[in-house]
């Protein structure tokens, strides 16, 4: 399902109505496709106005480059080498600043080595595809646009995944909401957390391992506790040899796996697997997690001390009615309205003799 931002965002543009909106979702669930995907898909929304109308809200700019009109002399502030290895491109200036075609506006690595390169100078970044930057370097360079350094929108991109305006969507969505971007693409409905891990797997040589009806070895379990495998998102699978092979919702995390490591006595294998994938395993394997109670409120306490102080032995039935505490839903004495009574003589006594 898209996420709350985004459907704000379309339904703000205009571009989509609360009908189309439930059309897009019932043919998602029926495909089990990407639900932004499946919008683009079935014509309701085109890739380029995605990008457009979150440049918009973002305010930031989404020039063509094949139309902008690029100042020859501005492209050559940089050279081709730099441009390639921070994947921008000068094409104007304009109200006193250099306006730069990036394809990221959320690092802003980047933009400050381009602004060092520059000199210092005032730097406006407009937001491209990685095609289109590509394309334009090539133009106003002289150079075969392969020598360019791949990013890592190109394997899904290769993949089918996502189309370079898709990419370009998620990075600016990802420059307005201040997240990874690929999260982004994943909350907006443009990839599915399976497609992302496998394609994350290919790209590092990892396994990928479906754990919806895997049988998990009881010995390789009885290595990690529970709350190992929960904080790090992780669970022991089987052994392969020595190893022990470990599906990870993030496998490139090298203290995760050296911890579970340690923890085992064993070499860990690490292999892939989807984040709620494994969180199921994660109790199937081991039972649900166990509750904790809540600790009680101030408010219990002080409602129960009238009572208490009378007769700290006594019950319920001691003069002292059922009240409870609303939040908690847990029953606690309360004095009765009637039960506050006048020292008697003999406690006036007992005072006077502690007092002495």
Not at 10 to 34: F, I, K, N, Y
Not at 112 to 118: E, I, N, S, W
Not at 229 to 252: H, K, L, N, W
Request: net charge negative; glycine share 8%; proline share 6%.
């Amino acid at each position: 399902m898209i996420d709350s931002i985004t459907l704000q965002l379309l339904r703000g543009a205009g571009l989509l109505t609360g009908d189309q909106v439930a059309r897009v979702t019932e043919e998602s669930e029926r495909s089990g496709r990407p639900w932004l995907r499946t919008a683009v898909e079935i014509g309701l929304v085109s890739d380029r106005q995605l990008v457009q109308a979150s440049c918009a809200a973002g305010g930031l700019s989404f020039p063509d480059l094949a139309t902008y009109p690029v100042d020859e002399r501005v492209t050559q502030l940089l050279s081709m080498e730099d441009c390639c290895k921070w994947a921008v491109l000068p094409v104007a200036f304009e109200r006193g600043a250099v306006v730069v075609a990036m394809t990221t506006l959320s690092d802003s690595w980047p933009l400050q080595q381009v602004t060092a390169l520059l000199g210092g100078l005032p730097v406006r970044p407009v937001l491209a595809t990685r095609v289109s930057l590509r394309d334009a370097i090539a133009r106003h360079h002289g150079v075969d646009d392969a020598a360019l350094v791949r990013g890592p929108d190109d394997g899904l991109i290769d993949a089918g995944l996502l189309t370079a305006e898709q990419a370009a969507f998620a990075r600016a969505e990802s420059a307005r909401r201040g997240r990874a971007w690929v999260r982004v693409a994943v909350e907006c409905g443009l990839l599915q957390e399976g497609e992302l891990v496998r394609a994350f797997v290919e790209s590092a040589g990892l396994t990928f391992l479906e754990l919806g009806q895997r049988v998990f070895d009881p010995a390789a379990v009885a290595l990690v506790p529970r709350a190992l495998c929960s904080r790090y998102t992780a669970v022991p699978v089987r052994f392969d040899g020595e190893q022990v092979v470990v599906a990870m919702a993030d496998p490139a995390n090298i203290f995760a796996v050296d911890d579970v490591q340690v923890t085992m006595g064993r070499p860990v294998k690490p292999a892939a697997a989807g984040r709620a994938d494994v969180l199921a395993a994660i109790d199937r394997i081991y039972g649900p997690a166990p509750l904790t109670l809540a600790p009680v409120s101030e408010r219990v306490l002080v409602s129960a001390l009238p009572a208490l102080s009378r007769n700290p032995s006594a019950g319920p039935s001691a003069g002292v009615h059922q009240a409870s505490d609303p939040v908690l839903g847990l029953a606690y004495p309360a004095a009765s309205s009637t039960s506050a009574q006048k020292p008697t003589k003999s406690h006036r006594h007992e005072a006077q003799s502690f007092s002495a």
